[in-house]
């Protein structure tokens, strides 16, 4: 099983539509928890950061379940510019060192 | 503010020829420190891991090495690369002992003919 499992779409979705995306994680013992955005070619970087009690960063909002080692992702709203990958990255010590384990990613692609 | 940098952008080597690409942290000490490769259409798959200079965990058995040479340098290397090292290549730190996020430089598109 993998650490970090996502479905790896792609979600086809017209411009104002709400699109969720899940994760699951395996390690029990994780400690944080992310999403990141990956455009094409490039870099991931930071979308926004997940903790228990749920957080919400405009149209996004994210939700991390530790009982269930779950973790989501909801886009309202969504728009053009929102077509990427997105990764759920979780946090944990593993075999004696700490590092940020990446879901293979979540391709959206928002349509006209 | 921190800035990790990241060079080449982009690279074409043939079969058998060494590597080395480097990446240096600046606005941070004694940041953790990540080599990352991402094969076309895959997912990040972690390669090395270093929490100070000198100290390298390898995550994967493979041809590539890498070293910390000083705080914020970290290098990758191999003698002889293989076809299969083509791949999209990511130095990132993080802040050391915390859960917090990683950062990541532009990354190296290493194509290996």
């Known amino acids: 099983r993998k650490e970090v499992e996502q479905d790896p779409g792609p979600f086809n979705v017209p411009e104002g539509a709400t699109v969720a995306f899940n994760c699951t994680y395996s390690?029990?013992?994780?400690?944080?928890f992310f999403w990141y955005r990956q455009d094409c070619r490039k870099e991931p970087k930071l979308l926004m950061s997940?903790?228990?009690s749920g957080n919400e960063d405009g149209r996004f909002t994210a939700q991390l379940n530790r009982a269930s080692q779950y973790i989501s992702l909801l886009i309202r709203d969504s728009k053009l510019s929102d077509s990427a990958t997105y990764l759920c990255?979780?946090?944990?010590?593993?075999?004696?060192?700490?590092?940020?384990?990446f879901g293979s990613g979540t391709r959206l692609q928002v349509q006209p | 503010s921190q800035t990790i940098h990241q060079w080449p952008a982009t690279l074409v080597q043939p079969v058998g020829s060494p590597l080395s690409l480097e990446c240096t942290v600046e606005?941070?000490?004694?940041?953790?420190l990540y080599w990352y490769r991402q094969a076309a259409g895959r997912g990040l798959q972690l390669l090395f891991y270093?929490?100070?200079?000198?100290?390298i965990s390898s995550e994967v058995p493979q041809n590539l090495s890498a070293s910390r040479p000083q705080d914020r340098q970290f290098i990758l290397s191999s003698k002889k690369l293989l076809l299969s090292d083509s791949g999209f290549y990511l130095c990132?730190?993080?802040?050391?002992?915390?859960?917090?996020?990683?950062?990541f430089g532009q990354g190296t598109r290493l194509t290996v003919v």
């Open positions: 990132a730190w993080s802040v050391r002992r915390s859960n917090t996020e990683a950062f």
């Open positions: 390690n029990s013992a994780s400690q944080s």
């Open positions: 997940v903790y228990s």
């Open positions: 990255v979780v946090n944990s010590w593993t075999a004696g060192r700490r590092a940020l384990t």
């Open positions: 606005g941070t000490s004694n940041p953790n």
């Open positions: 270093s929490v100070g200079i000198g100290q």
